[in-house]
């Protein structure tokens, strides 16, 4: 712009060598170095501003019901991190930029339930194929969760149906001590144990693979089906161990590094979905570093292996309904309030962790209202929705569709 301006006076001073031309300043040129600032539109999400050239752009899809997904971004796409995923983002380029979300019908299911007979005692279980699958995802929770925490929680709500919508079936159970409630290794956690590595001895792993011959003898699955698996912390941990001891096609972990002794043996395809700004104490930014390290060292050694880490993101005011059980209006009344005392700031990103908003909460739960007047599973949804915007230890849904890629192709 400016070496075209250069160009235009030099052509006027060659044309009127005569003339001596002052500057209107009732109708000043414009500083290209001022008009800087260009306009972003989401039709059907949140994320629309005006935003300088070289910013990081989150944008949202508006949210849905339990039968619908999120399909894809139209518009300006080629911009997006990614654009099939629900929540991407964007370098802002020197232009206006419009993006569309558009949504499809999710197919119809209802997670089946039943107690199945483990090593050593009845394990829930929850599952469903459809018809003509094409792989068995096993999705396994974290420390001193269970079964039912991953079918009850959001983040993985969407993977569930994500993945049955790819036609993949799921398999999800839970850890020895969780069923019993006994911490049986000492370590006041109750969760999967990697160790030992034996499919008898384990309970665990002895677990995995006695749940599954029993749905094969009942011929809703069969034994010619790839196996996956995807796990949260612990969870994560488990899944890489376990995809080893049966050698599974692929495996996920979110928010865990991987021990060194399965990292050194492993040949499955492993991806690891961290936290970008971890601050659990297994993992934190060491353990994202490791994970990075990790799946280099897999990389170095033939096996297919990818990192992403979510990334921190801006809490717009209708983010606290996106779990269908707060309201649009009651969000914007709780992004208020929590905006008002500080724990959102003029970019409308949470200044700090979830426990520094709850600490403050707690000691004087009257002075928020809005949040005080919430139901205990609305709280916990408040809660989650700035663990997720902070980007920290949290299953999250915003990289589902990189993950179900990994499945799908691992490295091709």
């Not at 809703?220 to 001891?245: E, H, Q, R």
Request: net charge neutral; aromatic share 12%; hydrophobic share 35%.
């Amino acid at each position: 712009m400016k070496n075209k301006l250069i160009f235009s006076f030099i052509l006027l001073l060659t044309a009127f060598p005569l003339c001596s031309c002052t500057k209107d300043k009732t109708n000043p040129e414009p500083d290209p170095h001022s008009t800087d600032s260009f306009t972003v539109v989401v039709n059907n999400g949140y994320g629309s501003g005006t935003y300088k050239t070289g910013d990081t752009v989150h944008i949202f899809s508006k949210h849905y019901s339990n039968n619908q997904l999120f399909d894809k971004w139209n518009g300006d796409a080629a911009l997006l991190n990614g654009p099939d995923e629900w929540h991407t983002w964007f370098t802002m380029p020197n232009r206006n930029v419009t993006v569309t979300g558009s949504l499809k019908n999710s197919i119809a299911y209802t997670l089946h339930y039943e107690q199945i007979m483990g090593r050593d005692r009845l394990k829930p279980v929850y599952y469903y194929f459809p018809a003509g699958h094409k792989g068995i995802v096993y999705l396994l929770h974290g420390t001193n969760g269970s079964a039912a925490s991953v079918v009850g929680g959001y983040e993985f709500q969407l993977l569930i149906k994500d993945l049955i919508n790819d036609n993949f079936g799921v398999i999800i159970t839970e850890a020895e001590e969780a069923t019993t409630g006994v911490d049986a290794n000492g370590d006041r956690k109750l969760r999967w144990a990697s160790l030992p590595a034996n499919t008898t001895t384990n309970v665990d792993y002895a677990n995995i693979r006695i749940i599954t011959d029993a749905l094969y003898s009942q011929g809703i699955t069969d034994v010619t089906k790839p196996k996956y698996s995807i796990g949260m912390s612990n969870g994560g941990f488990f899944s890489t161990a376990l995809s080893y001891m049966y050698n599974f096609k692929a495996a996920v972990s979110y928010c865990a590094q991987e021990g060194v002794a399965t990292i050194a043996s492993t040949s499955v395809p492993t991806l690891f979905c961290m936290a970008g700004n971890d601050n659990n104490e297994s993992v934190g930014q060491a353990g994202n570093a490791a994970a990075l390290s990790n799946s280099n060292s897999l990389k170095a050694r033939g096996v297919c292996s990818n990192y992403f880490a979510n990334v921190r993101s801006p809490i717009y005011s209708e983010r606290f309904a996106r779990e269908g059980d707060i309201t649009t209006a009651l969000s914007v009344s709780i992004f208020n309030e929590l905006k008002s005392k500080g724990f959102i700031d003029d970019k409308n990103y949470s200044t700090g962790y979830s426990d520094v908003f709850l600490n403050a909460y707690q000691s004087n739960p009257a002075s928020f209202p809005t949040i005080n007047g919430l139901t205990f599973s609305q709280k916990t949804s408040v809660l989650a929705e700035i663990n997720l915007s902070v980007a920290d230890h949290h299953m999250y849904s915003d990289l589902n569709r990189k993950t179900i890629k990994f499945l799908n192709t691992q490295c091709q």
